[in-house]
């Protein structure tokens, strides 16, 4: 069973740039199809970005698309978004997700992944 932990979250401007990653252990990550959600207080949460397990494809909600970039880095067994123009509004607690690759379905439902790390705060301050 593949266990994830996010890391790279933080106190940030209007405008900055961060980069999240999410390690995985007790499984090759390119074995598995990864999202990354989000989750603002109060609100509930909400697809962000996720690479396919095969061929990586990507897929970006909206609301972010063309401010964030989802990528792998199988030499580390980690998945990483990397946000720009960060806006107020992208503050939340940001998770992985991981679902075995051979299986398919719908990369931005959250209930289609299987694994979940624990969370990483994100805030942006205007």
């Not at 090759?28 to 199809?33: D, F, I, K, P, V």
């Not at 095969?54 to 970039?69: M, N, P, V, W």
């Not at 792998?72 to 123009?85: G, I, P």
Request: proline letters at 2%; aromatic letters at 14%.
């Amino acid at each position: 069973q593949v266990q994830l932990v996010e890391s790279g979250g933080g106190l940030v401007q209007a405008g900055d740039s961060l980069g999240l990653s999410c390690a995985a252990s007790g499984g090759t990550l390119s074995n598995y199809a990864v999202g990354w959600f989000r989750q603002a207080q109060g609100k509930e949460r909400e697809f962000v970005a996720a690479i396919s397990g095969r061929g990586g494809t990507l897929y970006y909600a909206d609301s972010i698309k063309g401010r964030f970039t989802i990528s792998r880095d199988n030499a580390k067994n980690t998945v990483h978004v990397h946000m720009n123009s960060l806006k107020p509004e992208d503050t939340a607690v940001y998770y992985c997700a991981a679902k075995p690759s051979f299986y398919s379905g719908n990369y931005y439902k959250s209930d289609f992944y299987d694994y979940w790390g624990q969370g990483t705060q994100v805030t942006v301050s205007s």
